[in-house]
């Protein structure tokens, strides 16, 4: 259909049959091979199109929108593409005022989604104005510009994790102007952009029960005690779901508590899970049941339903009782616990009682610990001897003993 042909001067060009039956040229210009027979790719998806009058493919699209205007000029000449409708503009919209409309319409979205949205859409801000760029519309944002505000973070010494994280809530922002037309492509969506977040092995504890115990006896009160035996024992998500625990939700003769989950809610099938009432959250419940005034809801009734300041109560707390808070105050003592329970259970089980998957487990909770190798040692030390094989025959036998 198409052809690629090398000039003497070194230059290549595309040689192919245009729609009206008609040889065309596409002069590429000095460029490698390997360049040259991507583009003489596109080039015949751009023929493919033409003759049967539909429109190119996604791939060959995104391809379009991120060509130089000359390069565009080229592939029009050469009646590949039609020439841009210049009556038809697009409307002129400042990235941040249209970051801020699509707050605005995030309506039925969880607070702590919406402050994190809004606090990316802020360092954004930030961002711009320290460019220079506060009225930068949303179609001269570019890649370069995401890679800057992605620099940008980094220089303000926020964590990896982090990082992407913003710049996820930012891509999450682009795509919505994509949906709507006013790009072509998002600009978050480069390699050098990278938006998944990665496990930080760094910042995992194992928070032994002999610590627990410690902070447990330094709690001010047993309600406090019932929320960290929850974290540690329970391994709900703290303190978003312990706060939302209800006396209907505590099953005396099952042993069980249903845990609602604000946070996979919106998965169906997903907005509660049960929970065994593991042996040492047991006499915390019993405590705090014995003391709650008659006709209360709430198990934990002193919060008020509010997660307000409770890491730093917490570190106050820990520091109390002479012990240095951790990172991840409360995700640790979630890990701890779900890496306790899959050296006892079937993993699949254990994730439907932390409420998690097995692949989020595997990568952000499950942690290796002293004990791991301890009894691996001990395996080595007093199991089997290992036996050396040295050949074929050997192999042999031990499969027939």
Not at 258 to 279: C, D, N, W, Y
Request: proline share 5%; glycine share 6%; hydrophobic share 35%.
């Amino acid at each position: 259909m198409a052809s690629l042909c090398n000039d003497k001067n070194g230059k290549r060009r595309i040689m192919f049959k245009g729609r009206d039956g008609k040889r065309r040229a596409l002069h590429l210009g000095a460029i490698p091979k390997k360049n040259a027979e991507s583009v003489l790719l596109k080039v015949e998806k751009l023929i493919s199109a033409r003759i049967t009058g539909n429109t190119p493919d996604n791939e060959t699209s995104v391809w379009l929108a991120g060509i130089s205007k000359d390069f565009r000029q080229k592939l029009e000449r050469a009646d590949l593409i039609d020439p841009i409708d210049k009556s038809v503009e697009k409307p002129k919209t400042a990235a941040l005022e249209f970051i801020d409309s699509y707050l605005e319409s995030k309506t039925g979205i969880k607070p702590q989604t919406k402050f994190l949205l809004e606090q990316s859409r802020n360092d954004f801000q930030r961002f711009l104005k320290a460019k220079g760029i506060v009225s930068i519309e949303v179609v001269e944002f570019t890649s370069g510009h995401a890679i800057d505000f992605r620099n940008y973070l980094i220089g303000r010494g926020l964590a990896e994790n982090t990082v992407r994280r913003r710049c996820g809530r930012l891509k999450q922002c682009f795509d919505n102007a994509v949906a709507y037309r006013l790009i072509d492509r998002n600009p978050f969506k480069v390699k050098e952009v990278p938006t998944a977040v990665g496990a930080n092995e760094e910042r995992q504890e194992f928070i032994s029960r002999a610590m627990i115990d410690e902070v447990l006896e330094a709690c001010p009160c047993p309600q406090w005690r019932l929320l960290v035996a929850l974290a540690r024992f329970g391994g709900l998500r703290t303190p978003s779901e312990p706060l939302l625990l209800k006396w209907g939700d505590i099953d005396w003769e099952k042993r069980t508590i249903r845990v609602q989950s604000p946070k996979t809610a919106h998965h169906e099938g997903k907005g509660s899970r049960i929970v065994p009432m593991f042996p040492e959250i047991v006499p915390h419940l019993e405590k705090v049941f014995e003391v709650a005034p008659e006709g209360s809801e709430f198990i934990l009734s002193r919060f008020n339903h509010q997660a307000k300041n409770l890491r730093t109560q917490f570190s106050r707390i820990l520091r109390n009782a002479g012990i240095e808070p951790w990172g991840k105050l409360f995700q640790n003592l979630r890990s701890t616990r779900e890496t306790e329970l899959v050296n006892e259970f079937p993993i699949h089980i254990v994730c439907k009682w932390i409420g998690n998957s097995q692949a989020v487990a595997m990568k952000h909770y499950l942690q290796v610990t002293d004990e791991h190798l301890e009894r691996a040692t001990k395996g080595a030390q007093y199991g089997a001897a290992p036996v050396r094989i040295t050949s074929f025959d050997d192999v042999s036998t031990e499969a027939s003993a």
